[in-house]
């Protein structure tokens, strides 16, 4: 049967979008809670880290990379929202310093509200998303939902001398992020439908751009730790790398990178996600901004956002030299330093 349906934006049957859909992470912190021990001793990573992926030992020098995301629609075009969230998911992997193997398909859809050839052109989205990485989509679950969602399940490995969590932080370590932020501010812009036609393609671009930046640098022992940016923010994000190192981390604000300066002009027209409220009411305690407007964009929940890294200062010459060489963001943003008496400030951006 051929449809010849006319365009749909799927955003219109969500009450949230992408990786704003997370549950905040003072809320999370609630669920989480809990005495648990860890009886297994092949899991190397378990959910303890609030690290990217699960990870468990093979025994023969590799690891077994498991992790799921799926989230409510954040863009309008089904094959683009395919795309997105299979790119975001895949990124965990990557930001264990692995490879994906293979991923399941996660797909929720309002039968009654949304015709399904427009699933289908999800699942399609996802399709190409996964031939890209080298991984079939090898099955999959799917439910009548009230609302569309989507995502996936993905099976990675990695060597373990090569594994990169977000505890491996070390005093004086440069930190950096690999993609521009502001995925937030502008897909809510498009929801309020002021997002200028020729602003529209630039979160989608960066949204649908693989990680594989993580497993390229795992390799090098001077990169001592990796997490990736996605609804918690910039700083939600580095917040957990800062507690699991144990460290705290100073950033330079006029060097994080943002997707373009019009980031700025959607900020000023008010076009700010009600997840960025959500995860600094969570954490803003726990960062200290020069200027209070800042919040705005370092607490803005990223979809499919880039790495945060953490390298030995030797490593710099020749990590930058990657990072320009593939296109990704290359100016150092920040450092962690010793933690000593300040027990309550983990981030200072200045």
């Not at 749909?8 to 990786?19: K, M, P, V, Y």
């Not at 490879?99 to 398909?105: R, S, T």
């Not at 999959?140 to 977000?166: M, W, Y």
């Not at 990704?328 to 400030?345: A, D, H, P, Q, S």
């Amino acid at each position: 049967m051929e449809y010849k349906l006319e365009p749909i934006r799927l955003t219109q049957f969500s009450h949230g979008a992408g990786c704003g859909c997370k549950i905040a992470p003072a809320i999370l912190d609630q669920i989480l809670k809990s005495n648990h021990t860890n009886v297994f001793p092949g899991l190397i990573v378990g959910y303890e880290g609030r690290d990217d992926a699960a990870v468990f030992d093979l025994g023969d020098d590799s690891a077994l990379i498991s992790t799921t995301d799926f989230f409510m629609p954040i863009v309008d075009d089904p094959y683009d929202f395919g795309r997105i969230a299979s790119v975001n998911a895949i990124s965990d992997v990557y930001a264990m310093g692995g490879k994906p193997l293979l991923a399941i398909g996660i797909l929720g859809w309002p039968i009654d509200k949304i015709d399904p050839y427009w699933a289908g052109q999800v699942l399609e989205g996802a399709r190409a998303v996964c031939i890209q990485a080298g991984i079939p989509l090898a099955g999959g679950h799917s439910i009548d939902c009230p609302e569309p969602v989507f995502g996936l399940a993905v099976n990675g490995r990695v060597q373990t001398k090569h594994l990169k969590k977000n505890d491996g932080a070390k005093a004086g370590d440069l930190i950096y992020l690999s993609k521009g932020l502001g995925v937030g501010i502008l897909t809510t812009a498009e929801k309020q439908a002021i997002l200028g036609e020729k602003d529209k393609e630039i979160a989608t671009q960066s949204m649908l751009r693989l990680n594989t930046l993580g497993a390229e640098i795992s390799k090098y022992s001077e990169v001592h730790a990796l997490t990736d940016v996605t609804g918690f923010g910039f700083c939600g994000h580095l917040n957990e790398m800062c507690k699991a190192s144990d460290l705290v981390a100073r950033i330079n604000y006029v060097k994080l990178p943002v997707l373009s300066n019009i980031v700025y002009e959607y900020i000023e027209k008010g076009a700010i996600p009600g997840g960025t409220h959500r995860n600094w009411k969570s954490y803003g305690e726990q960062v200290k901004l020069l200027n209070q407007e800042w919040y705005k964009l370092v607490a803005d929940p990223q979809t499919s956002g880039g790495l945060i890294i953490a390298i030995d200062p030797i490593f710099r010459s020749e990590f930058e030299t990657i990072l320009k060489r593939d296109g990704w963001y290359t100016e150092c943003i920040g450092e962690f330093l010793e933690r000593g008496t300040n027990k309550g400030v983990n981030i200072t951006i200045e």
